[in-house]
Structure formats: C-alpha cells, structure tokens
C-alpha cells in the first residue's frame, strides 16, 4: 500500500472529524432542527472528502519538492548552507536574552524577528562566499586573478579533452605553458560520464581516462582550479570570459566554440587546424603509393588514405580496390574538413 494513499485516508479521518466538531458547533447556533441535520450530515462528509483531497499538498507533496530541490543542490553548497544557519542561530540565541529584556512588546517580538534574520543571514553569506571560506579553513589564499598564471597558460575545454589528441600533443612540448581546466568543465565532464544515454557515457569516460593520462604523462604542468564566471551559465560562454579575464588561448576542436570565442577577440588552438597544417604536403606531380580501399563517388574512381588520414581520390582506380598502386598527385584540395589529394594511375 503507497504512503500517500495511507496519507490520505488519516487525512481524511482527520478532516471529518474537524467537521464533525464544527457540525457541533454550528447546530448548536441554529434555530431550525432540520438545517442542524443537514449541517451534521453535510459538514462531516464536505470535510472528508476536503481531507482525502488536500493531504498529500500537505504532506508527501512538500517533502517530495523539498527533497527533489536537495537532489539539485551541490554537496557543497548544501554543507554551506547547513554550517551558515547553524552559526545564524547560535548568533540569534546569544541576543535572545539581551532582546528579550526591552520593555513591552519589543522584548517579546526581537528574539523571533532576530531568529529569522540571523538565520537568513547566516545561510546567505556561507553560501555565496563558500569558496572564499573553505579556502580560508584550507589555508589557502582566496582567488585572485593573480593567483593564476596570466601570460603562460592555456585553457582545455570538455570537448578537447574527451578528443585525446591533446595528451599527445602536451608530450611532444608544442604548448609550453601551464594548462588549466576550470572546475565547471570538470563537472560537466563528469555529468556525461553520468548520462543515461550509453554514448555520452561512454564519451564521458573517454573523457576522464585521457584526463588522468594527460595528468600523468604530461611535460607542463596541469592545472584543475576552483575558479567560476558567476555572469555566465553555459560553459562556453565561462571559457569565453575566463580566457578574456586571463588574456590566455582555448584549446578546442568544437567549432562553434572557435567562432565564438574568435569574435570577441579570444585567440582558439584549434587541434583540427593543428592536425590538418602538420600533414604531409604533396606537389602536383609528386607520385606515392597508396592503398585503394574503397569506390569513390563518381564511375571508375577509386578511394585510398595516407597514414595521417588524408583522402586519396584516384582517377580509374575502382578496379585496384583492395590493392596498393603507384599514383601520381594531379591536384591538391584544402577544405574544412581537412585536406583532399586527387591522383591519376602512373604510367
């Protein structure tokens, strides 16, 4: 049996038995007899069904927004909260017997008020200077903006990071500086490793191994710092404004993060455009050998990549599939997503 069906039931006891009290009270007022049966018969069963309706908006209903609020809430803040009003009501109760000493309705009316207050207050400031005190009872200095390195780092965003790239790129000593990771994309790549979608979650996880491989196997130090944007609620725009405070690069290969952030003036690493500029470079006229995987899309052509993942076209080689030719390079295509080499078969 559910706890809110029980619920309702006690509540509906409860309520008719009120009415039944106030059927009392009301028969004993009225003049006529018959109006006093109606009243007695009515009131009770008015009530009853007032109770079997209204008591879970009492009860399980409260609770359960409450409790769903709680879920949202980070443990810190919620831990935050908790010490704030603790230290509101110990400050409340140690005015409560100097107010309590003023004449007249004051003496009786402050001790309540200042319970309210101090509470209120307590809560407030712990929650909103959380970081500023749990640094302060870390023994650490709060932030500043000079507390970070200003001219030498680099900001990873989630989606650089879950890409992998970047730990190879840190070994061979290409960025120099310090890379930072804000907590705020450390939690959200902990919130897709949380998803309920399977590749999310898998794109997560992803994300979190190359974190502890780049954390283990870089060549420049890594960074995961408590610093937030309060001004901003999406990640890009934090990194955005982050990285115009800290006059610092993003690291990224998302592509609207790029031209945002390029817009109002912040310098992107993209590592697609890295791994596109470091490929090998062919002339027109240059021959190589390439393996034919598959048909291309127009009749007779055929389709092969180079070790660094660079497509291949060859003109009449569908019928050298799964073969290894000699070709000759007959023109070369920069696009965005990366760079074509269209060949002929070698005579």
Known sequence: MKVEFVLRLIGMVVFALAGWQASDFLTERVPEPYVGHVIKLVLPLASAALGLFITPWLTTRPFLWVRGKIRQLPAQQLVAAIIGL?????????????????????????????????????????????????????????????????????????????????????????????????????????????SSDMLRRNRGRRGLDMLNKLRKESVVPIRIHDIDVEEAQAVDDKLVM??????????????????????QGVTVLNVNELANAVKSIFLPGESMKVRIIQPGKELGQGVGYLDDGTMVVIENGRRYINRTIKVVVTKVLQTTAGRMIFARLEE
């Open 86 to 194: 603790i230290i509101g009501l110990i400050v409340a109760a140690l005015l409560a017997r100097p107010l309590s000493l003023l004449p007249g309705p004051l003496g009786t009316l402050l001790p309540f008020i200042g319970t309210l207050v101090f509470g209120y207050l307590g809560i407030a400031v712990m929650t909103i200077r959380q970081r500023d005190i749990v640094n302060l009872i870390s023994g650490r200095l709060p932030f500043r903006e000079t507390a970070l390195p200003q001219n030498n780092c680099v900001l990873l965003d989630t989606s650089v990071i879950i890409d992998g790239r970047i730990a190879d790129i840190s070994r061979t000593g290409f960025i120099s500086g310090t890379m930072l990771i804000p907590r705020f994309v450390l939690n959200e790549l902990q919130h897709i490793a949380d």
């Open 242 to 263: 982050l990285a115009k405070k800290l006059r610092c690069p993003i690291v990224t290969n998302d592509y609207n993060l790029n031209r945002v952030a390029e817009l």
